[in-house]
Nanobody, 121 residues
Framework: QVQLVESGGGLVQAGGSLRLSCAASGRIFSINTMAWYRQAPGKQRELVASITSSLSTNYANSVKGRFTISRDSAKNTVYLQMNSLKPEDTAVYYC???????????????WGQGTQVTVSS
């Protein structure tokens, strides 16, 4: 059983910063790509940022230059540093990871429970 547990969400004023964390635990052999998605009310879930096991990163255009994704492989943890937050960043943020629980098995995609980020104007 694998769990992803997110933390760090909250309420912040526009222009402020937040740092999200997501820790994976359980039966883990390897973790490939880790990512953050977000879903605002009435909208589809969208990719915010991703980071591979070799530390290659990818960002949505809307967050480039403001958000930074990083990971600590020793702790099976991914972070999202969010600066210069805007009201349009308000959403539930979800952590995602591609995980193998043993050598040679297929990789499964796991999701966290989500953490609310609210940016007030």
């Amino acid at each position: 059983q694998v769990q992803l547990v997110e933390s760090g969400g909250g309420l912040v004023q526009a222009g402020g910063s937040l740092r999200l964390s997501c820790a994976a635990s359980g039966r883990i052999f390897s973790i490939n790509t880790m990512a953050w998605y977000r879903q605002a009310p009435g909208k589809q879930r969208e990719l915010v940022a991703s980071i591979t096991s070799s530390l290659s990163t990818n960002y949505a255009n809307s967050v480039k230059g403001r958000f930074t994704i990083s990971r600590d492989s020793a702790k099976n943890t991914v972070y999202l540093q969010m600066n210069s937050l805007k009201p349009e960043d308000t959403a539930v943020y979800y952590c995602n990871a591609g995980i193998r629980y043993a050598p040679g098995v297929v990789e499964y995609a796991y999701w966290g429970q989500g953490t609310q980020v609210t940016v007030s104007s």
